[in-house]
């Protein structure tokens, strides 16, 4: 096994590490507090809520392909191409778990 790979490897690690305390972090703050009734948010919280899932549906597309290329390259393709397009894929959910946390703070009642 060559550095670069495991280089790449301690990267996808610390990166899964990262999304999974995020992760809950996010359930956790879900757990704890009361969200608005959608009848209750303001027209700029619904904008900001519109803009966030636009962005996000866009983001999952991205998420997918990634996720759909890692597994065709863990049968065809290298270990190093795999552990990048992996990595890549991470990056996108952690990215998708900010704007989960976007989406929270916005719906959330003081």
Do not use: C, H
């Amino acid at each position: 096994m060559s550095i670069t790979s495991v280089v790449m490897i301690v990267v996808l690690a610390v990166l899964v590490i990262y999304n999974l305390r995020l992760s809950f972090t996010i359930a956790r703050l879900k757990s704890k507090v009361q969200f608005k009734q959608p009848q209750d948010l303001t027209e700029v919280e619904t904008e900001k809520l519109q803009k966030i899932a636009k962005a996000r549906r866009k983001w999952v597309v991205l998420s997918q392909l990634f996720f759909w290329f890692s597994i065709y390259l863990a049968v065809m393709g290298s270990t190093g191409q795999l552990l990048f397009f992996m990595i890549l894929y991470v990056v996108v959910l952690i990215v998708l778990n900010k704007y989960a946390m976007l989406s929270t703070q916005a719906i959330i009642e003081n």
